[in-house]
Antibody
Framework: EVQLVESGGGLVQPGGSLRLSCAASGFIFSSHWMLWVRQVPGKGLVWVSRINTDGRNPMYAESVKGRFTISRDNAKNTLYLQMNSLRVEDTAVYYC???????????WGQGTLVTVSS | EIVLTQSPGTLSLSPGERATLSCRASQSVTSSNLAWYQQKPGQAPSLLIYETSNRATGIPDRFSGSGSGTDFTLTISRLEPEDFAVYYCQQYGGSPEWTFGQGTKVEI
């Protein structure tokens, strides 16, 4: 069974940093591109970042470019999202998702809440 | 940016009824790049339909997807109590790479 378990969320002040982790199991992690998607509570879904199987050529939404860094450790089956210079508008539930064979997300973690507030 | 507009915002129906959800794109979307997700309250989204019309693993056949170009549809032939949720369409292509519609809530 595919499992994606996020951790690292919490309350942080504007301008602060946080690192999210996503522990993957139940599949060959190194064979799948991975992504982060966020959702403001009660609102819609927004793609944040994507990373290829080998960690090269990460892509970011404009709203987080230059502040967030996606990475992965295939030996530890773990995906990361380093979030710096956090803003109030970054407050959201952050989901770790697995890329499908096509351009869709076939498995999702349960999410971790990031709250940016003073 | 390709904008996806879902309608209606809320669909009020009864179990056993048919639900038709619309997703309209601001530019043409390749059929292989269009997916639908279901999100129940307090839960993460889950894949429902991929590549416009393919049901994800374990999805019952009362769910079907169709469409092409800029108009796509998710149909639930006979609503079951567990189908009351929010549904999102999603497309891949351009910049940003992925965009979602704003969601359609199917409520009793």
């Amino acid at each position: 069974e595919v499992q994606l378990v996020e951790s690292g969320g919490g309350l942080v002040q504007p301008g602060g940093s946080l690192r999210l982790s996503c522990a993957a199991s139940g599949f060959i992690f190194s064979s799948h591109w991975m992504l982060w998607v966020r959702q403001v509570p009660g609102k819609g879904l927004v793609w944040v970042s994507r990373i290829n199987t080998d960690g090269r050529n990460p892509m970011y939404a404009e709203s987080v470019k230059g502040r967030f860094t996606i990475s992965r450790d295939n030996a530890k089956n773990t995906l990361y999202l380093q979030m710096n210079s956090l803003r109030v508008e970054d407050t959201a539930v952050y989901y770790c998702t697995r890329g499908g064979p096509g351009w869709y997300f076939d498995n999702w973690g349960q999410g971790t809440l990031v709250t940016v507030s003073s | 940016e390709i904008v996806l507009t879902q309608s209606p915002g809320t669909l009020s129906l009864s179990p056993g009824e048919r639900a038709t959800l619309s997703c309209r794109a601001s530019q043409s979307v390749t059929s292989s790049n269009l997916a639908w997700y279901q999100q129940k309250p307090g839960q993460a989204p889950s894949l429902l339909i991929y590549e416009t019309s393919n049901r994800a693993t374990g999805i019952p056949d009362r769910f079907s997807g169709s469409g092409s170009g800029t108009d796509f549809t998710l149909t639930i032939s006979r609503l079951e109590p567990e189908d009351f949720a929010v549904y999102y369409c999603q497309q891949y292509g351009g910049s940003p790479e992925w965009t979602f519609g704003q969601g359609t809530k199917v409520e009793i």
